[in-house]
């Protein structure tokens, strides 16, 4: 299996060149005839929390899945470092943490990690030492040797961010990552975040519905009915729409879509 | 190394869940122990009651095994027969003898009716002889239902003593002996069902679980190919299988005294085929699933009717369409074969068929299980 890792290598040397680590173009996607996806575009650039903001069901989840290659849009490409997506060897640079915590809840964390990291074809000394950041990362070392059922549910949030940084990868993509964890605990997790990007330059790929993360993001795409209302940076955003703060960016965006 | 990642998680989950481990390896072997003393239990003596019967009858009855009462003459027989909870009752009037039977167990009836034919078929009967109309032929009974309260229409019978000259019948058995019971021809389908049912529960139920909780998903989106994740899980929960299929099959054979003709490593054999079969219809179905109660649909849709076709009613009396659908059901192949091996005591070379239909069977779901993952990625 080294071929995989020269890929990967070389992946990350032609990413580096590249400006946009995820570019998603023109994606349309429906069920049943009810679209989800409606047009969306995007460009995430390296080393960039960008925060994909919009109310439960605007289409968040299925198009962090459609990055991610679970779900296929009806048309439109979308490209991860620069490879079209879905693509399996692309994956093993992904770090995605979906809405459920995803554990195995007989397992211990530690067993978890290891399962995971196994996943990703780490070898012994790679698990134990993505394991021992990993775990320190989201502040459960001491836990790592209960099982995941006995952990409480912020406990159990934790180590599955804990999972998605695993195999130590360039794009993280979060969904709802923060949803039923007290304020400390997602004031603690959105400083690891700035963190890992801050000094690994990962790229991290977030979806929220709560408007005082959003501040926190570089870039936002606002999200309505599967459609995107507005981009840019925070600033930029309140500026450009003139109000106090990027929730009337939100509801002003979202009168003028219709 | 992603497959053995697989496996060794679903071996730490099995272990880490005690219930299921237990459900898996003792549920199988107490209903089977069950079973073996329902079948085993020995036979309870029939109720008759008597009414004018000569001493040398009801004598002769009595070392037929039954229990006989003796009522006076002119008694209500529907009444007696309710109220005393009798099977039976046999009068002679004359030359006629009258039989009323309770009928609430059709077996017993049957029982009564054929000893009885016995009995006084085989002109041990004093009493009958004399007198006796010439002509002869079985009791014709008639049932009084313990609900119905109208007089019961005993069919007067005539039998006659024109029997009495039956020779000795000497039985050779092609398969089995004398002592043969129906648990003996049961007991290979059991087996085969137990292994099948279990396996295919906790199969289903554990895939399921992964779907709802999202582990499947999260798996989903790491480099994982979809033919390793088939894979992991089948040689996973296949190892809890084959622990399983060895209990069940040991304990039956060795504890139980199940009739074993044949080789046992033929009937582990076709036991592990059967679990394998059932995991991969297993894990296929909870695909289709969306709760546990909702796999739990799938057992009358899926595992009650290949009971109906895996041997315990006979086959060939069935319409056409019937017996073309039990070619369907992965129970019948893996029954018939068991069956060849335990009761008849045939080799590999006769049950070959059966072996390559459990195979095929499992081929099938495999390869629908691919197609089925493609839900949570589309590559």
Not at chain 2, 207 to 229: A, D
Request: proline content about 3%; aromatic content about 8%.
């Amino acid at each position: 299996m080294c071929f995989d890792k020269i890929y990967i290598k070389l992946l990350q040397e032609v990413a580096e060149k590249m400006d946009a680590m995820v570019k998603v173009e023109n994606i349309f996607k429906s069920y049943n005839k009810r679209t989800v996806l409606n047009d969306v575009s995007l460009d995430v650039a390296r080393g960039q929390i960008y925060g994909l903001i919009g109310p439960s069901g605007a289409g968040k989840t299925t198009l962090v899945k459609t990055i991610v290659g679970m779900e296929r849009a009806d048309s439109g490409s979308i490209s991860v470092m620069n490879i079209k997506m879905p693509n399996l060897d692309v994956l093993q640079n992904i770090g995605y943490m979906a809405q459920l915590d995803a554990l195995y809840l007989e397992l211990t964390g530690k067993q978890n990690l290891e399962f995971f990291a196994a996943l990703f074809k780490l070898n012994k000394a790679e698990q134990k030492r993505r394991i021992a950041y990993a775990s320190g990362l989201v502040d459960l070392s001491g836990e790592l040797n209960k099982k995941t059922g006995a952990y409480s549910a912020g406990m159990r949030r934790r180590l599955s961010l804990a999972v998605a940084v695993i195999q130590d990868p360039d794009i993280l993509i979060l969904d709802e990552p923060t949803v039923g964890i007290d304020p400390e605990l997602r004031f603690a997790i959105w400083n690891e975040l700035h963190r890992l990007k801050d000094k690994e330059g990962k790229t991290i790929i977030i979806t929220t519905h709560v408007m005082d993360e959003a501040a926190k993001c570089d870039y936002l795409a606002m999200i309505r009915e599967g459609r995107i209302i507005t981009k840019g940076t925070p600033d930029e955003l309140v500026k450009s729409y003139n109000v106090a703060d990027l929730e009337d960016v939100f509801m002003n965006a979202g009168r003028n879509i219709q | 190394m992603r497959v053995r990642a697989l496996i060794k998680r679903i071996l730490l989950q099995m272990i880490g869940d005690k219930r299921t481990l237990g459900l898996m390896f003792i549920a199988p072997l107490f209903v089977l122990t069950l079973m073996y003393f329902i079948f085993n239990s020995s036979a309870v003596n029939l109720k008759l009651g008597s009414v004018n019967l000569s001493p040398g009858i009801v004598q002769a009855l009595k070392d037929a095994n039954f229990d006989v009462t003796e009522y006076p003459a002119g008694t209500a027989v529907n009444d007696a027969v309710i109220k005393d909870k009798l099977d039976g009752m046999l009068q002679i009037n004359g030359a006629s003898v009258q039989l009323t039977l309770q009928n609430t167990d059709p077996t017993k009836s049957k029982q009564i009716t054929l000893k009885l034919n016995q009995i006084l078929a085989s002109g041990l009967n004093p009493g009958m002889g004399a007198g006796a109309a010439a002509g002869s032929g079985g009791i014709v009974n008639s049932g009084a239902n313990a609900g119905s309260g109208g007089a019961a229409a005993g069919i007067s019978q005539n039998n006659a003593a024109a029997m009495r000259m039956i020779p000795t019948i000497e039985v050779s058995y092609i398969y089995g002996n004398a002592d043969t019971t129906f648990f003996d021809i049961l007991s290979p389908i059991l087996v085969g069902f137990f292994v099948f049912f279990f396996v295919f529960l906790i199969a289903g139920i554990g895939l399921l679980r992964e779907r709802m909780t999202g582990t499947l998903e999260r798996l989903m989106s790491t480099p994982v190919r979809r033919g390793e994740v088939i894979t992991g899980y089948l040689l996973g929960f296949g190892i809890f299988a084959a622990v399983q299929t060895v209990i069940i099959v040991l304990y039956a054979i060795i504890m139980l005294k199940i009739v074993l003709v044949g080789s046992i490593w033929n009937v582990l054999l076709i036991n592990l085929l059967m679990a394998f079969v059932a995991l991969s219809l297993g894990i296929l179905l909870s695909t289709f699933a969306s709760s546990e109660f909702q796999m739990m649909q799938f057992i009358p849709i899926v595992i009650v009717p290949q009971v109906f076709f895996a041997g315990l009613f006979p086959l060939e009396g069935m319409a056409g369409w019937l017996r073309a659908l039990s070619r369907i059901m992965p129970i019948y192949y893996g029954a018939d074969a068991l069956k060849a091996v335990m009761y008849k005591g045939l080799g590999l070379g006769d049950i070959w068929g059966d072996i390559l239909a459990l195979m095929i069977f499992a081929i099938v779901f495999i390869i629908l299980n691919l197609f089925a993952l493609k839900k949570y990625r589309k590559l």
